[in-house]
């Protein structure tokens, strides 16, 4: 069934195959999906419950992390209960505006997502560099304005993606032979020229994710310049460690997120079930590991929750 439009045709729904080459183990790989989905929704709601209602936590780098595990929420929410449907129900028609919508929150949240992640190396480089300035630089007033922008910045950059794909013919194939709706997939279904596209998704990868890249690249230089110079080797030891968490959390985003984003252009050679299993991990596993790294290496969060857990605080 197709729907037509003044300058467009689409067809009511797509087809997602979940995880090609690996249909008869569908059912058994949503269960560590859906475990790793149910440690991303309670550790993250954990993590937001905690600062809110803990006053002493109202500060700069927790506000962040809120940030985070809102984002977080989102984005795995945004994919995880129709791929588990379609691993385990079969349920793999999905509607064309649940589709585009799918786009654009994976893409935007991606985005935010990186954006906050730059953010917080910013906020540790003021803080490690500029200790006695921090509270009087990264002021409430300062972390909201950059949250916003951060998150205005996703909106506004991937909004684009939807509305050139809604105005453009599809051929008459409308299977997507992975788990959710990703931009790249979508477009590979148009049956008309898709280079200004191909380009605007381009310079967004490279505006967002490299200007991200590039300033925590320099945040953490200055970072590593800061820690080097001071005397006493606890402190280095306790910087290494602050640092140390976010950069496993910057780790486990951008790795597989650039390996999905070159094998769509340029991976025609890497096997299809490796490059979909990568692209699950990317929108998955940092949101299961966020709230677990925080949680562990930060003490603040730790001992709060501890003492939420034992009844020691209302």
């Not at 037509?4 to 729904?13: Q, T, V």
């Not at 249909?23 to 991303?40: G, K, L, Q, S, T």
């Not at 970072?223 to 280095?236: D, F, Y």
Request: charged share 10%; with cysteine; glycine share 6%.
């Amino acid at each position: 069934m197709w729907a037509s439009g003044n300058s467009s045709s689409h067809p009511a729904s797509f087809i997602l195959l979940g995880i090609p080459g690996l249909e008869a183990a569908h059912f058994w790989i949503a269960f560590p999906f859906c475990v790793m989905y149910v440690v991303a929704i309670t550790g993250n709601i954990t993590i937001l419950h905690v600062i809110r209602t803990d006053h002493t936590l109202h500060q700069p780098m927790y506000l962040f992390l809120a940030m985070l595990a809102l984002t977080d929420l989102v984005l795995s929410s945004s994919t995880q209960p129709k791929m588990l449907a379609i691993l385990w129900f079969h349920a793999r028609e999905i509607e064309y505006h649940a589709c585009l919508t799918q786009v654009f929150f994976i893409h935007a949240f991606s985005s935010v997502e990186s954006g906050v992640l730059m953010a917080m190396a910013l906020d540790h480089y003021v803080a490690i560099c500029f200790p006695l300035r921090h509270s009087s630089i990264l002021t409430t007033s300062v972390v909201i304005k950059l949250g916003s922008a951060v998150m205005m910045r996703g909106l506004l950059w991937v909004s684009p993606f939807c509305f050139m794909i809604s105005r453009m013919p599809f051929c008459p194939n409308k299977v997507i032979p992975q788990s959710y709706c990703e931009h790249m997939a979508v477009l590979k279904l148009v049956c008309a020229d898709t280079s200004i596209n191909r380009a605007y998704g381009l310079f967004v990868a490279f505006s967002v994710g490299g200007f991200d890249i590039i300033l925590i690249g320099i945040s953490y230089v200055m970072i590593l310049r800061a820690v080097l110079q001071l005397p006493s080797g606890e402190a280095r030891l306790k910087a290494f460690g602050t640092c140390g968490s976010h950069i496993c959390v910057i780790l486990a985003l951008y790795v597989p997120a650039l390996f999905t984003f070159l094998t769509h252009r340029f991976g025609h050679q890497v096997p299809r079930v490796v490059h979909i299993m990568f692209a699950n991990v990317y929108l998955l596993v940092p949101p299961m590991l966020n709230p677990i790294i925080y949680g562990v290496r930060t003490k603040q969060i730790r001992d709060r929750f501890v003492r939420g857990f034992c009844g020691n605080e209302p």
